[in-house]
């Protein structure tokens, strides 16, 4: 829409009853925030999907990006030493391509020299908009064909949305998210401004402060700034873990051995996470709590983390969707502070929210507040296979003394143990 008016302009002329630096700012930030938002959430429909996420072990592919794009920093580095007049031979020269092969040879750089390219990227747009609104505005002009401005702040703006979301990982998908649902309000009320229409900036500028309180609601629930998760870099997943070694103690059970633990148990919780959406497993979850509460007179709660699942208070929706009530609904804080009275923890498809790994420093989550399912007496891990969660790192929870894994999917799972409940 500000591209078709921005042509309008230059063919026709400023349009009647508009501010002309309104137009120019609205546009230039039109343009840059709606490619950011849609080649952005492209990169994280991949990453949802797991065919962009980058594994605790690198893939050929994978291995191939980091050392060619090592590589052609390298060899642009040596470009532009030779290109400034500087001798190949020179102290400046082979300093600064010292510098060039650290930076992007990195051990944990998946994708080396990314943050520069971030950063590049986001001067540049800046640059490009300043242009554009100073050529719409007649004070300079920069070049005959000023649409031509326009695509390349377009290009440009679409890389940085690239870069900014390719380099999140881990559990920072869902702020990044409500991120994108945020630019994509703020894209649509530049909209309005352009084209002057009250409705569509009122309805974008809600749209986008709602993105922004609830993503700085996620940074403060995960102890995170928005600025570590936007710059973080991608590189912190684990390349050299022994899964085998850390593995090498799970033990299986079988419903029937989990109704048994069930019945001595007095207080139970119970820990959503991907797994039961993917298996739209939560009114079989209800089920098994009113069968618990109902035969044995067992507590039943719900530990809720705030970025399980695969998007803002996914967890939220699906339980309030089965009519589980309210008030069993636990906060994070709320539920590791009663972790000891917990007798039977089940786990149902959640992963990085429940991992141990984030209590170690330097580790790819360290920091991450997580449920710290591993304090209960015993845990049950409902999933399918020992795969990694989205951080794409090896949880240490599966294999720990109190832990048991039931392979199988989760309403299935819970089926079996309901199932084995009556019976016993």
């Not at 492209?42 to 990453?47: D, N, Q, R, T």
């Amino acid at each position: 829409v500000a591209a078709a008016e921005l042509v309008k302009y230059f063919k026709m002329g400023p349009p009647s009853g508009i501010n002309l630096t309104q137009m120019a700012v609205a546009t230039v930030l039109a343009g840059l925030i709606g490619s950011v938002t849609f080649f952005g959430s492209y990169i994280a429909f991949g990453k949802l999907a797991e065919f962009l996420a980058v594994k605790w072990k690198l893939h050929a592919w994978q291995k191939a990006v980091k050392f060619g794009s090592a590589l052609l920093f390298v060899v642009l580095g040596a470009y532009i030493a030779w290109s400034s007049g500087f001798s190949i031979y020179s102290d400046l020269s082979l300093i600064f391509l010292l510098l060039t092969a650290l930076m992007t040879l990195g051990k944990k750089a998946v994708f080396p020299g990314i943050q520069m390219v971030k950063l590049v990227s986001a001067i540049a747009t800046v640059a490009v908009g300043v242009m554009l609104v100073l050529q719409v505005m007649g004070t300079m002009s920069f070049t005959d064909q000023p649409m031509d401005l326009f695509w390349l702040l377009v290009s440009i703006s679409a890389l940085l949305g690239v870069t900014l979301t390719f380099s999140i990982g881990g559990a920072d998908m869902p702020v990044v998210i409500a991120l994108l649902n945020s630019y994509s309000g703020i894209a649509a009320a530049m909209t309005g401004f352009v084209i002057n229409n009250t409705v569509l900036i009122i309805a974008g500028s809600l749209v986008g402060a709602s993105g922004i309180i609830l993503t700085n609601i996620m940074c403060v629930a995960m102890n995170r700034s928005l600025a570590n998760v936007l710059f973080g870099a991608m590189g912190s997943t684990v390349q050299d873990v022994d899964v085998d070694e850390i593995y090498k103690s799970v033990k299986s059970t079988s419903a029937d051995e989990i109704a048994m633990m069930l019945e001595m148990a007095q207080k139970v919780l119970i820990v959503p996470g991907y797994g039961m959406a993917v298996s739209q497993a939560q009114h079989t979850v209800r089920d098994l709590a009113n069968l618990l509460e109902s035969k044995w007179n067992i507590e039943v709660v719900y530990g809720v983390h705030p970025v399980a699942g695969r998007m803002p208070g996914h967890m939220n929706v699906l339980l309030a969707e089965a009519n589980i009530p309210y008030d069993k609904l636990l906060e994070m804080d709320d539920v590791n502070s009663m972790m000891d009275s917990i007798d039977v923890c089940i786990v149902i498809g959640a992963n990085d929210v429940v991992n141990p790994v984030a209590r170690t420093e330097g580790s790819p989550i360290s920091g991450m507040p997580i449920i710290d399912v591993d304090k209960a007496r015993t845990v049950i891990v409902i999933k399918r296979s020992l795969s990694p969660g989205f951080a794409g790192i090896p949880n240490p929870l599966f294999a720990a003394e109190n832990a048991m894994m039931f392979f199988n999917d989760g309403k299935k799972a819970f089926t079996e143990i309901i199932t084995a409940v009556k019976e016993s």
